[in-house]
């Protein structure tokens, strides 16, 4: 019995604890990572009344979930995210979203300058990308003055994200 429980603490201790690839169905395989909250690139805003301005966290997904169509559609930038895990894609935003209007969320994703290199985002396409969330933001009925709370929070990350 104790080389049993020693046998599975060994294996527990061993296993990549970091690895945020294998413990969510559906997703692809990525090489291991920290996973920590700073990797969400902002702080959590700590107003409640923006968390409750965007529905609480029913209200985030389906403004993820409407803004990842949207990209999809638009012509401006769909070519960026066609070859993305789109399971993973959804599930990563909607925690760093969740996690910077304080709605009691981790953030599980790769820092922005890891998770966006190898997508060639210009200005204008980082532009077309927060057109659509600001579309999507109003499509939940998120009044201006919240959306623009979230957007001061994502603002900062052009530098991360735009890479050419």
């Known amino acids: 019995m104790l080389m049993s429980v020693l046998s599975l603490s060994v294996v527990l201790l061993s296993s990549p604890q970091n690895n945020a690839s294998t413990s969510h169905p559906g997703e692809l395989s990525v090489p291991p990572y920290e996973i920590t909250n700073?990797?969400?690139?902002?702080?959590?805003?700590?107003?409640?009344?923006?968390?409750?301005?965007?529905?609480?966290?029913?209200?985030?997904?389906?403004?993820?979930?409407?803004?990842?169509?949207?990209?999809?559609?638009?012509?401006?930038?769909?070519?960026?995210?066609?070859?993305?895990?789109?399971?993973?894609?959804?599930?990563t935003l909607k925690e760093q979203f969740c996690y910077i209007l304080n709605g009691g969320c981790d953030y599980?994703?790769?820092?922005?300058?890891?998770?966006?290199?190898?997508?060639?985002?210009?200005?204008?396409?980082?532009?077309?990308?927060?057109?659509?969330?600001?579309?999507?933001?109003?499509?939940?009925?998120?009044?201006f003055r919240m959306q623009n709370k979230l957007l001061a929070k994502l603002a900062p990350m052009h530098d991360e994200i735009v890479t050419r």
Do not use: C, W, Y
Request: no cysteine; aromatic share 6%; glycine share 8%.
């Open 38 to 91: 700073k990797n969400a690139g902002a702080s959590p805003i700590t107003d409640p009344a923006v968390l409750a301005a965007f529905h609480g966290i029913d209200g985030i997904n389906r403004i993820v979930d409407d803004f990842v169509d949207r990209v999809a559609k638009d012509p401006r930038i769909e070519g960026i995210f066609r070859a993305r895990d789109d399971v993973r894609f959804r599930r």
């Open 108 to 143: 599980t994703g790769m820092d922005m300058v890891s998770s966006h290199k190898d997508h060639g985002v210009t200005t204008t396409e980082f532009n077309a990308l927060v057109e659509n969330l600001q579309d999507a933001m109003d499509a939940e009925g998120v009044p």
